[in-house]
């Protein structure tokens, strides 16, 4: 059974929906104002990796993951370059999905607007004010936090040191110097929506528990984010639905920064302007190793080194991917589609099993607290063990070690695709010469000139590789020695 690290609790817990077979899992999501930088993805990635794992041991996972379209940063940035917020808002929407796609990030099941929800936001602040919880002041509605016991739990801080610790250029409007906006009444020119105590917009905290509990129910699995979002996000959070007796999230994970240096990532610092920047120089796969070579709750370092280390790493993954997939077609069975998926029978029709040895320790490490740097090397560590019974069926022709040797291989890419890092088994691992001539041959049986495919297809041959074509489009091999 999957553990987490509860920040809350200090220790390991037990995912309580994982046992029913379904996961409620809320992960806040960005403010929509600019370029995605490689914090956001490791964020993505790590909450990525999570469902992966839940969906591929049959858990249903339903994860929420919010848009913040509206706020300080979107309005300025807006006003900076004389165009609307919604346009700013929706053409950062637009660039943060796609950059999710380019990591092969899954999609949220559901990806709510904060603007959409904004009328609940008001019934919610509506009941903190008649229970006491909030009161309304010359610049908006404030969360009255010293009304509540137990703020602070998550911060693991007493209210005087929170007191201590908050920022002294306090609104003159609150009460206490830890109470926070959960209404903020508009400027002129700004955005707004109404409400009972006037126009405004919502503070990010109401934002948040309003969609989860609106999306997820009262009592969800999980709700997660970087750990610069314990204090004071989720907190703020977590007292809104405390003060209205919800039970609101049964487990808080949080994941660490991305560093250079030692630092906490900043644009100046890295080698690398933003994801885009990472993405486009890049195999998108090496950052999701690179994140998956850590704990999720200790930082990381993406430097250009680290990328092209983890790189080459995945060359050994492919390697054996290639080589597994070339026996399988002498022995006539389709095991990978060309995206480097496994056609899931196909392992069958081979007379291989899954290695359960594997496959459990990698189950045993992710269930402890998604110990993914153990997962890796499980991966590789097989991945050589695989090769090394490969090289020795070869030398042999023994028939009992090329099953060993494929069931293992098979097994882990099994479990490094569970976690969506799949092996690239196209036709751009030939040199660009011979994967130059695959193109020219397509284009000419497209236009129907066979004479010349076949050609194209014999000085392919004479290169030392074999093109075949596939319902998903050709593929080369290397002809064997
Ligand atoms: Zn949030």
């Known amino acids: 059974m999957l553990k987490l690290h509860d920040s809350r609790l200090g220790t390991l817990r037990e995912v309580k929906g994982a ?34 794992y839940l969906q591929w041991i049959g858990i249903e996972v339903v994860h929420v993951s919010n848009i913040t ?30 950059a999710l796609e380019s990591l092969e990030v899954l999609r949220p ?24 919880h909030a009161y309304v002041a010359r610049t908006g509605v404030w969360f ?9 739990e998550l911060a693991h801080q007493s209210l005087g040191s929170l007191r201590a610790g908050a920022r002294v250029d306090m609104d003159d409007s609150k009460r206490s110097p830890i109470d926070f906006a ?25 934002e948040c528990v309003v969609m989860s509990l609106e999306l997820l129910g009262d009592g969800f699995d999980i709700h997660s984010g970087g750990m610069d979002l314990q204090f004071p996000h989720h907190e703020n959070e977590r007292a809104q639905a405390v003060a209205l007796g919800y039970e609101f999230s049964k487990l808080w994970m949080h994941h660490a920064f991305i560093e250079v240096g030692g630092e906490k990532m900043a644009k100046s610092l890295g080698n690398f302007t933003s ?102 090397s499980i991966i590789f560590e097989n991945i050589r063990a695989a090769n090394t019974l490969l090289d020795t ?38 040199p660009p010469n011979v994967d130059h001539l695959v193109k020219e041959r397509e284009r000419a049986r497209s236009d129907r ?20 074509d596939r319902a998903s489009g050709p593929i080369v091999r290397k002809v064997r020695d």
């Open 449 to 468: 000139d066979f004479d010349r495919a076949d050609k194209m297809r014999q000085e392919i041959l004479e290169l030392g590789w074999v093109v075949e």
């Open 275 to 376: 994801l885009d920047d990472l993405i486009s120089t890049s195999d998108p796969r090496a950052f999701r190793l690179l994140v998956m070579r850590s704990h999720y709750r200790s930082p990381i370092e993406v430097t250009k080194v680290e990328i092209s280390d983890a790189t080459d790493a995945l060359g050994r993954l492919d390697f054996l991917a290639r080589r597994v997939n070339e026996v399988a077609l002498d022995l006539g069975v389709d095991l990978l589609g060309a995206d480097g998926t496994m056609n899931s029978s196909a392992y069958q029709d081979l007379g291989v099993t899954l290695d359960p040895i594997i496959i459990d320790e990698f189950k045993v490490a992710m269930d402890n607290d998604l110990d993914t740097p153990k997962a890796t």
């Open 109 to 132: 099941t559901l990806a709510p607007r904060a603007t959409d929800y904004v009328k609940k936001m008001v019934e919610l602040i509506d009941k903190l004010i008649e229970t006491d």
């Open 393 to 430: 069926s070869e030398d042999t022709h023994d028939q009992s070690t090329l099953k060993s040797g494929l069931s293992k291989a098979i097994s882990t890419l099994e479990i490094a695709s569970s976690l969506g890092l799949y092996p690239k088994i196209d036709n751009s691992i030939a």
């Open 19 to 52: 046992s029913s077979g379904r996961v409620t899992l809320y992960v806040c999501g960005p403010t929509v104002y600019d370029v995605p930088h490689l914090g956001h993805g490791r964020s993505a990635l790590v909450y990525d990796l999570l469902r992966r």
């Open 182 to 206: 959960l209404w903020k009444f508009a400027k002129p020119g700004e955005p707004s929506w109404p409400s009972p105590w006037g126009e405004g917009r919502p503070g990010w905290h109401t």
């Open 144 to 152: 009255d936090s010293e009304s509540l016991d137990g703020y602070g």
């Open 69 to 98: 379209d509206i706020d300080d940063k979107i309005i300025n940035r807006a006003h900076e370059q004389g165009i609307s917020w919604e346009e700013l808002a929706r053409t950062y929407e637009e660039v943060w999905w796609k």
